[in-house]
Nanobody, 122 residues
Framework: QVQLVESGGGSVQAGGSLRLSCAAS?????MSWFRQAPGKEREGVAA????????YYADSVKGRFTISQDNARNTLYLQMNNLKPEDTAMYFC??????????????????WGQGTQVTVSS
């Protein structure tokens, strides 16, 4: 069973930055970040093909968020800059056995972390 543990969430004012980390017991072919706001569906934010390092982003975060990995430490990161109140959500680290060719759908995910809260105030 793959274990994913997120950290780095918190509260920040609009325009601020946060970096999320995800410690993985092992890397899968596609690692990604999702978020879910109250009353909304879970949505993919960013993904990375761990072998090639190819990255993908949702339009809503493109240019503001950066997904990266430290293969030596089996750690996934999400650098979030210029945060907006609409970025407020629970953020989840996720892993899938299949390669991703874009931000995956939740149905393509095999393993989820427990989530970390990000709150952006205006």
């Amino acid at each position: 069973q793959v274990q994913l543990v997120e950290s780095g969430g918190g509260s920040v004012q609009a325009g601020g930055s946060l970096r999320l980390s995800c410690a993985a017991s092992e890397y899968l072919s596609c690692m990604s970040w999702f978020r879910q706001a109250p009353g909304k569906e879970r949505e993919g934010v960013a993904a990375i093909n761990t072998g090639r390092g190819t990255t993908y982003y949702a339009d809503s975060v493109k240019g503001r968020f950066t997904i990266s990995q430290d293969n030596a430490r089996n750690t996934l990161y999400l650098q979030m800059n210029n945060l907006k109140p609409e970025d407020t959500a629970m953020y989840f680290c996720a892993g899938g056995h299949l390669f991703c060719y874009g931000v995956p759908e939740p149905t393509a995910i095999n393993y989820w972390g427990q989530g970390t809260q990000v709150t952006v105030s205006s």
